[in-house]
């Protein structure tokens, strides 16, 4: 029976239709985790939206309504889609106002990442001795594959995670695998540090620390948000979409000379994906994003520059999701422990730098989901503890998102040398 549907003609063939109802979905769940029913909150408390915008358009490609594996919208998500949200992600980044914070949240966030980076290649070492199969696999099965897209995510956001995704070529089984593992692992982190953001004196006692640092900052961020937050005009929106275009436009025009020059004359360096033509656009995407930072394209972040992008990454994800096999989650259950292990060396890695720099458990959550959950959950960690911190979040998460591609590439790479044969 599952050979006859897997082969008869999808229910919704045309791209256009598609495309409006892939964005139904998007609207669809936006609006209800909206809503203020205590039963649709408790739901999304439970199942948070991200994972329903993976997942949605997974079912209905499992179910043959749509055909995801052959949509040109899932190229036209990587392809134009992600380029632009980095460009409009990374072009607020402000690298003076994040090497004011280096002592402590700079050093933070720096400790997650190398615990990320150090910790991926650890667990799928550990899980190795035991449960080879786990974490071995052939050609585009090969775990450490997808596990380099979960690096992404975890180091920079889904932006990051798609990129990689594209540059190490996962299957479709695994890359769903890797998403529940990436969205039940990084909740249940991030739950735990909502927790101790609510038990904030408590954690600061355990680890020591002085944070009145934070409460003056608490007090400069509350000036500069009413300070220079505008109400966004149309030639703002205009401006932030034609320089993410551009700039994509400009970023695919020179990767792809880089990448057959590449092929043709280095093709030892495809293992490091430098044959890549994906590797270049992201590589120069982020490029142009930061030197816009440098700039008055900078201000756009006032009109919400940022929450264009997120727009952005939210119609890449539907794409994405619409690629997914949602039985493929169940091949490979012991996935889960890697993520496990992954995680709790992160952690443990946090924990330790904390209480030998006597960093307050702010510092520690904020750097932690900049990594691990990107934008969005850096926004909302740093908010558990006050509204005004929120931009501290914003402000580690936006670099996450520069530096995410390669560090993850770099893990990938790691975990690849230390993969069973």
Not at 148 to 163: K, R
Not at 188 to 214: F, H, P, Q, R, T
Request: aromatic share 10%; charged share 10%.
């Amino acid at each position: 029976m599952q050979d006859i549907v897997s082969t008869s003609e999808p229910l919704i063939t045309d791209t256009a239709a598609v495309f409006g109802l892939l964005m139904l979905v998007l609207a669809v769940v936006f609006y209800t985790s909206g809503l203020s029913n205590k039963y649709i909150k408790n739901f999304y408390a439970v199942i948070p939206p991200l994972l329903l915008c993976y997942f949605i358009p997974g079912i209905l490609n499992s179910t043959n309504v749509i055909d995801g594996e052959n949509s040109p919208l899932t190229s036209i998500g990587s392809r134009y889609f992600l380029p632009a949200c980095l460009i409009l992600f990374t072009l607020s980044l402000d690298l003076k106002q994040l090497w004011s914070l280096r002592k402590r949240a700079g050093l933070m966030f720096i400790t997650g990442t190398v615990g990320i980076i150090l910790g991926g290649p650890l667990a799928v070492w550990l899980v190795s001795l035991f449960a080879p199969d786990v974490v071995g696999g052939v050609g585009p099965e090969e775990v450490w594959k997808g596990l380099g897209s979960l690096a992404g995510s975890w180091i920079g956001g889904s932006a990051n995670q798609v990129a990689l995704k594209e540059i190490l070529e996962p299957s479709p089984k695994l890359f769903s695998s890797i998403i529940a593992v990436d969205v039940f692992v990084a909740y249940i982190w991030m739950a735990l540090l909502l927790y101790g953001a609510s038990k904030n004196e408590k954690m600061n006692a355990y680890l020591k620390a002085d944070d009145s640092d934070v409460k003056a900052l608490m007090s400069e961020m509350e000036k500069l948000s009413q300070e220079n937050t505008k109400i966004p005009q149309t030639r703002d929106y205009l401006m932030m979409l034609g320089l993410a275009f551009a700039g994509t436009g400009l970023a695919s025009l020179l990767a792809a000379p880089i990448s057959e020059y590449m092929t043709v004359h280095h093709p030892g360096l495809a293992k490091f994906s430098l044959t890549n033509n994906f590797f270049w656009l992201v590589l120069f995407a982020t490029i142009f994003g930061i030197a816009l930072s440098f700039t008055k394209a900078k201000k756009l972040e006032h009109a919400g520059a940022s929450k264009v992008g997120s727009v952005l990454l939210y119609m890449l994800i539907v794409t994405i999701g619409m690629q997914m096999d949602i039985m493929a989650i169940l091949q490979n259950p012991g996935l889960f422990l890697v993520g496990i292990i992954w995680i709790s060396f992160h952690a443990l890695l946090l924990i330790l730098m904390a209480r030998l720099i006597k960093a307050p458990f702010f510092y520690l959550a904020v750097g932690s989901m900049a990594n691990v959950g990107g934008v969005a959950s850096a926004t909302v960690t740093a908010g558990a503890f006050h509204t005004s911190l929120v931009p501290i979040g914003v402000i580690l998460a936006v670099f996450g998102y520069a530096i995410g591609t390669y560090l993850g590439w770099l893990c990938a790479i790691l975990m690849q040398m230390v993969s069973p044969i």
